[in-house]
């Protein structure tokens, strides 16, 4: 059974063209698999908070000395970590705002990226601790940055999902989404979707 962990950032939720293609793209996995399980995660619904001192403060406590404060904050770090760590394969919805990714993203960032959890410091420098998964990134943008200087979001999730030890990433990008060629755009991400299903 191949777990797959759904994960949505935009604000404009199933509106939103990066939501519209994950939920496709999930549909046809479904239409094409038998032994796939969907767990979905809208990091809009409920909202995750930016990270605080006090948060991070809580995880350097052991679990069983952490007071009720404690525990309620690293709570939240911990059980997303467990639901990452829990499956194969993630599937995550990324629009682009102001040439950067969804601050919603950003936040689950924060809570999954801990040391000695999901990587440690070595002689070598920082190691992921979380192999062996697969991460496809729908980019939904309103301009065209493949390529480009202004695509800030491509090196830096390769940057930030390898340090966590996610490196099989692979990208499927639908831009132009706010320019006359829109449809272009999202026929180009859907038949990147139909090829990635095909070989699934």
């Keep these: 059974m191949n777990k797959i962990l759904v994960i949505?950032?935009?604000?404009n939720g199933e509106n939103g063209n990066s939501t519209m293609l994950v939920s496709e793209f999930v549909e046809k996995l479904n239409k094409a698999q038998t032994n796939l399980k969907f767990t979905n995660r809208d990091l809009t619904q409920p909202e995750?908070?930016?990270?605080t001192s006090n948060e991070l403060s809580s995880w350097v406590v052991v679990s069983d000395e952490r007071d009720e404060a404690q525990q309620k904050l690293a709570g939240l770090s911990d059980g997303l970590i467990e639901e990452l760590k829990s499956h194969d394969t993630l599937?995550?919805?990324?629009?682009m705002y102001n040439f950067?990714?969804?601050s919603t993203f950003k936040s689950w960032i924060d809570r999954v990226a801990r040391a000695g959890i999901t990587f440690k410091y070595t002689d070598q420098g920082p190691k992921g601790l979380?192999?062996?998964k697969?991460?496809?990134?729908v980019a939904a943008r309103g301009g065209v940055y493949q390529g480009t200087p202004a695509d800030t979001q491509t090196q830096y999730l390769k940057d930030v999902?390898?340090?966590i030890g996610l490196t099989d990433v692979t990208f499927i990008y639908a831009e132009g989404l706010n320019m006359p060629n829109k449809e272009q755009g999202l026929a180009s991400a859907r038949k990147e979707i139909d090829s990635i299903v095909h070989e699934f």
């Design 8 to 11: 949505n950032s935009s604000i």
């Design 48 to 51: 995750i908070p930016h990270l």
């Design 91 to 95: 599937i995550i919805g990324m629009p």
């Design 100 to 102: 950067g990714i969804p």
């Design 130 to 132: 979380l192999t062996n």
């Design 134 to 137: 697969k991460v496809y990134i």
């Design 161 to 163: 999902l390898a340090f």
